[in-house]
Structure formats: C-alpha cells, structure tokens
C-alpha cells in the first residue's frame, strides 16, 4: 500500500503542496450586499467547482434562485433550508479553495443584525476581512457595526470591496468618495491596511479579471490580493506561554502536562514556574507521539514532564521565570454582548479563559461604542450586539493577560449560567482593573499603564 | 492611532508576529489544532466516545487520537454503529485496527431495525439511512450515556457542515438547531451543557479532502483497501457502479456483475456508495487522481443527493 514513491516528480508535488500557506479571510457587509455572490464568483472563476456541485446548483437555482433560472451563485453558500427559502444568511460557512499560489479558508458571515453574533466566529481567526459595500448605498450602519467587531477581535487588514459598480456605470467619483469616507471612519479602529477594490461580483469583474469598464482603476483584482497579503503567523519570539489542558499521567510511573504552546518557545533543562503557586521547575522531556523533542514553540500541541511533583491541573499557566505574576481576579475588558437582554452591574456568567473556567460577576459597565462614530458613550447598559467596556470580578483569580501581549490569555467568553449559551465574547484590557474609575480618567480614558501594556510594553517574559 | 483613540487594539505585537514566520506547516498546524480540541472534548466531557465510521476521516481521526492523549491510550472508546451493510474488508479493517491499537471497540446495530427487515433494496436509501443509522446512533449514545461524541466530519464536504460549530450541542434528542449555534471565537470551544443535551465535536472541521489524503502519505495512515484500485464485481445503476459484495444483492434480470478496475472515494453502506472505475493502485496514484478530480467526493454518496436540504434535515433528526 505504502510503495516508495514511483519518482522525484511526486514528491516534489507533495512538497510544493505541503508548502503552500493559508490564508483565512471573512466576508461581511450588510445583506444583499453580495457576498454570497462573490464567493460563489471566487470559487467558481478560480475553477474550485466540481461538476456535480456545478450540476446541482443549476438545478437549485431553478427551484430556488433570485436570478431568473441563471445561475445564482449565493445558493453555493446558503446551505440551510431556512437560508434558501428566505433568501438570507444564517449562519457563517466555511469554504476552502486554492490557486497555485496559496490555500484558502473563507468564513461568510450574515449581515442581518439579528445574527451579527455568528460573524464574530469567523473575524477571530481571520487574517483579512473584505468588507462588502453597495456602491449605490455607500456605507450602511451595519457597514460600521461589522467594522467595529473586526476591529475589537484583532482583524487588521481590510478590503474595502466596493460592489455592483455595474449599477452606477463604474462611476471612479462615487466609488473615491465612499472609500475616503470609510478612512475617515476607520481611523480610530487601528486597521494597517484598508484597500479599496471596485467591482461587479455578479459578473466577475475585479473580483478575478480586471474590470475593462474601469480603466481609471489601476490596482490589484481581489483575488490577486489576496494571493499576495502576507498571512498572520503566531510568534514564536514572544516570552513563553502555555495553558494546561489536560494532565496525563499513569499510575505510578509518568505525569506530563498536555497543551498547546500560545507563544515563545521552550525546550527541555529551560525552567518555568506555575502562575498560580508560583512554584518552579525544570522540563525534563518534551513529549510527543512522533518522539520526545529538544524544542518546542508556538502553535504545537505537545505534552511536558517537569522535574518537581508539583501541583498542576487544567486551567494552570505555566510561563518563563521572568514573567511577573499574571494571576488576577479582577478585569476591565472589552466586550462584544450576543445575549438577548441587556447586561447589567450585578449580572453573574461563566467565564472560559484558555482552558480556565470562573464564576465571573459584572461590577460596572462603563461605556458603549456607537457604532456610528465610533465615540464612547456612557452608560448602564450593554444592549444586543452592542461593543462596550466593563469591569468584571472573578469568584477565583486565574491566570490572564492584556490581549495585546497574548491572544490566548487575553481572550474569554461569557457563558449563560442557565442554558449554557455563549453570549459574550471578550477581550482583557487590564488585568486587576480598578473598580472605580480613576481619578483623570472620567472620560473614560484607560490609564497611561494600560495604554502601555496596549503598546505591547507589557509584562513581558 | 494615539492616546485618544478610542478604539485602537494595539498593533505592535501583531506585527512582530510576521518575523517568526512559517515555522510550522499547514498540516502541522491542522494537527496540532485538531490535537487540542480532541483534548478539549475529554477535558469538557464526563463520558465521550468517539464514532469510527472506518472512512480515512475516521483514520485520520483515530491517529490524531493516537497523538493527543500519548503516551496514554485515547480515554475512550471507538464506537461504530453498523448497518449490517457495510463493505466486508470495512468490517475486517475494523476489527484489525481496533485490536493493533489496544483500543475498546463497541459495534451497535439497531436491532428493531433488523427484525423489521430494513433493507437499503427494499426501503430505499432515506428510510435505511435513518432508520439503521440515525436511530441507531441515537439509541447507542442513550445506551451508553455518552455526553460527548467525537466525529470526522469536515466543513468542506457538504453545505450544512460548513456551517457547523467545533464542539456543536445537541438536544436531548439529539437535534440540532442551525439558529442557535453559540459564537465560538478563537479557540474557546463551550462544552457546557444542561442535562440530557449532549456534544458532537468535529476536530476535522478545518481539514479538506486534499489535506486528508497528504497527512495520510505523511503519516502512513492505513486505509482501507477499498480506496485504491482493484478487479472488483460491479453492476451499473442509474448511472452509478455498485459493487456486489455479497450474496444479498438482488440482482436485475440479465443483470451480470462485471469485473472492473474500481475504487471508492467514500465507504459507507455498499449498495449505497457508489465506486469509480479507476487504475489508482497506488496511494501516489490515488492523491494525483483525487487532487486533479472534477467531481467532489460526496458524489459517490447516494444519501447526500436526495435534495438540497436533505443532510441538513437528517442532521435535526440527529443523524451525524
Ligand atoms: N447588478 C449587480 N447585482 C449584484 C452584484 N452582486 C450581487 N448582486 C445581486 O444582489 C443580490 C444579493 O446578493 P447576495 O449575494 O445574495 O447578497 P448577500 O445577502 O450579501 O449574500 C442578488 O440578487 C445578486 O444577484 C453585482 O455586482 N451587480
């Protein structure tokens, strides 16, 4: 079964193949915008259709497609029953397609408000969003709400995709004015990049041709785009991280820690201590199935045996000596609110935070983003979908970081106690915030500390 | 951005991020991932099972399994629901794999299903399919009060799996609602649960057919022989070959099983999958085949083409 490859010209195919990165991309904007149909014009202009699914889709768009009996590309991605009869999208879908250049993961997100909450899935692990924009329209309120999440969840490269120029005869005035008016915009939400590309996803137009009717245009088509921005990689040079999952041990004779490394790298004789005790000791193996390893770094999944019986169980951080004490049971953080009813002071959750769980209760709620200034706004209360800032106090300290050091130890949902849901998802500004706010800070300004440790300058290994 | 930026998430260790570039591979980064939900899904879990459908997503998985839990054995047992329909080297396949690992195996069948005489031949594929399958895994995971049942399905073989959650709820009757999936961002998968609710986990999720087949050359994976090219007796119908595997297939007047070179993109039930007539003897030759394919893999299913909707309802009814 396993014969050695027949020739050279194999293995170097399973090469270039096993070489060709990733890049993860999200496609939100309001509904009817167009993304179903851009996706479908990328997959099927990059010619990643089979046949059956071509075959099928020009039955579905018979029964139940919006173009008239021509092929309606949204039905490529509007999966659920429910979907298709009203015309809209639920939930994200994940499609996967390649060109000779690189692989792709496209999360496509609804743009109804009601199931803004499911776009939040897909912007976490996106390395891009493409922000689809109506030329007729311009920006819509759910153009910035959007905007607002990719922002809050570390999306930092956008691409401004504005649609059916078809429609207002590839007018290069209207489609400058909406894309200086979204750099207006998007100025307080730290994007890097924002590329505008004007296009026609019903037919293809800059989406993987170039658009003849748009001469004026000089840039990339969206699929050249994306072949060459540079994909997010985790970093293997920032201090050591790693959250415990799992401990394995049998009776007696072996004990190793499971996880996967957040960031940095270790390898064995390095010491680390435990966040919790701060008790220390030294990695004597580095396990794996494949066999034991010198080095470890980020983003592997890997087993640890220490050279002390200490006390480590799931939800434990164990970190380089350096890193000063992370264990806090108390945060200011930023939230995105999914729950139906607003959340107020007082209100009790299940926190999930890396692989630990606390009771977690809301002590203030300090302000709102409005979505359409992107300004704060003092008050009470988070409403559905709104992106706020609050204080939250844990029933037990656990192991946490600002986001902008450690994604992993930054990161948390909030958790429904009854039915379990997950109904928020949250970023750490500061750990051990104040309760208060403090003094100079009535604007709800965060402090020099923390716009420090946002800097990147904070605790650092 | 500056101090009164509202809203600015910090740039600076983003970036730094591109310099340590490209140290692991995409598959290594797929293992690692699917390593930590599977030790996600027994750390969240009381009793979980993983389902061993015996298919190369199902070999692929238990490898992963191998890995995540070693030197330990997986803390928890195989279960495959058996049709009775199954391809006899599936069955073999099976039984070897089971006992070369060490690991328990638990075979359910519905057995009110066989005393009914239900017959993929005579019922037809949607009431086999639901009744020796659907049924039949529900009444295993209620037999066995399993609160955490680990499956290989990926996002890239069919509409509604593209849609569904890592660690996906299930009702007590093993329903599952498409508008009430939870956010699941990053990686904090919730597997917390109310009573009688339970969890299918899909630590294949990210995977494609294409990262299936390169991880099962880079690893060695065993797969069952089905899936490379061989003489095998096949008839053709409604345009799809079935292959005769035993004695219980009716066959047509004049019907005549015909040796062919053939080979299976999909194994399931065998008067259910179809084969494709192939010389891919090889796994070389099987990867630049499927690599190079124009027809998707779940062609070869006949459950999946019965409407458009048709997984996603069997889904609600808690099919996998
Ligand atoms: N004229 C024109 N129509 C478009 C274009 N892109 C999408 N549409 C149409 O706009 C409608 C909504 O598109 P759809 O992809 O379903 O939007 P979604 O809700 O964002 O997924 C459909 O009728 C599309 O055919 C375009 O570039 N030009």
Redesign the interface.
Known sequence: ???A??DQA?ES??DA??????LRFITCGSVDDGKSTLIGRLLHDANQL????LT?LKR?SR??GTQDGDIDYA????????E?EQGIT???????F?TDKR?F?VADTPGHEQYT??M??G???ADLAVLLVDARKGLTRQTRRHS?IL????V?KVVLAINKMDLIGWSQNRFETIVSDYKAYA????F?EIAGIPMSALSGDNVVHPAIAAPWYDGPTLLRHLESV?A???????PFRFPV??V???RGD?R?Y???ISSGKIRVGDRIKIQRSEHEAEVTRI????GDLDEA?????V?LALSEEIDVS?GDVLTTLATVRLFADRLSA?LFW?GEKPLVAGDQF?L??A?ATRRATVERVTHR?DPDS???EHTGHLANNDVGEIVLGLDWPLTMEP???N??LG???L?DRE????VG?G?VLEPDAPLAPRRGERK??SGLRS?LR???FGPAG | MGYDAPFVIPSASRERRLVGRAALTHLQRLEAESIYILREAIAQSESPVLLYSIGKDSSVLLHLAMKAFYPARPPFPLLHVDTTWKFREMIAFRDARAKALGLELLVHTNEDGIARGVNPFVHGSDVHTDVMKTQALRQALDRHGFDAAIGGARRDEEVSRAKERVFSLRSANHGWDPKRQRPEPWRLYNGLKCKGESMRVFPLSNWTERDVWLYIYQEKIPIVPLYFAAKRPVVKRKGTLIMVDDERMPLGPGEVPQMRSVRFRTLGCYPLTGAIESTAATLPDVILETLAASTSERQGRLIDSDGAASMERKKQEGYF
């Open positions: 079964m396993f014969d490859p027949s194999f195919f399973i193949q096993s070489r060709r990165d990733v089979f046949e059956d699914q099928r579905d029964r139940y039905l490529l991605v509007d999966g659920l029953a429910a298709r639920i939930d994200v879908a994940y499609r996967f390649a692989c993961v909450r499911n939040a899935t912007a976490s692990t607002l922002s809050m969840l570390g930092r100025k307080k939400l730290g890097f540079p997010t990689e985790t970093d293997a040079h920032a999952q799992w394995n041990h049998r072996f190793g499971a996880g996967m396990i794996t199935y494949d770094i980020a983003g592997q999944s087993t799931r930023r999914t299940e999930k935070l692989t983003l992107a300004e704060r986001y902008a050091g994604r992993d990161s948390f949902i958790i039915h379990f849901d997950t998802i970023l709800g300004r716009v946002q800097l990147g």
